[in-house]
Nanobody, 116 residues
């Protein structure tokens, strides 16, 4: 069974940085557009950024200029570099495919908490 594992979250002060990683078993990411999503308490899951197999990227307006999505197809991994973090970035972050229905089974996500 496909399993996605996100890691790298934690508690960080406003203005700080974190780098999230996403890896998977029994699926090869390289052929997919991959996305990072997040879900804050009481809110719907939202797309944060996506990256095509060729490396083209797209970002939600709320994170543009602060977050960078990247991928390493050789390592079958996707990353999200998050800089200048704000309290409103606090959420559980997930990675999954984009433009694929149904999506892959969702992983457990990684918690990001931005607080002083």
């Amino acid at each position: 069974q496909v399993q996605i594992v996100e890691s790298g979250g934690g508690l960080v002060q406003p203005g700080g940085s974190l780098r999230l990683s996403c890896a998977a078993s029994r699926i090869i990411f390289s052929g997919y557009v991959m996305g990072w999503y997040r879900q804050a308490p009481g809110k719907q899951r939202e797309l944060v950024a996506h990256i095509t197999s060729g490396g083209s990227t797209s970002y939600a307006d709320s994170v543009k200029g602060r977050f960078t999505i990247s991928r390493d197809n050789a390592k079958n991994a996707v990353y999200l570099q998050m800089n200048s973090l704000k309290a409103e970035d606090s959420a559980v972050y997930y990675c999954n495919t984009r433009f694929v229905y149904p999506p892959l089974p969702w992983g457990q996500g990684t918690q990001v908490t931005v607080s002083s």
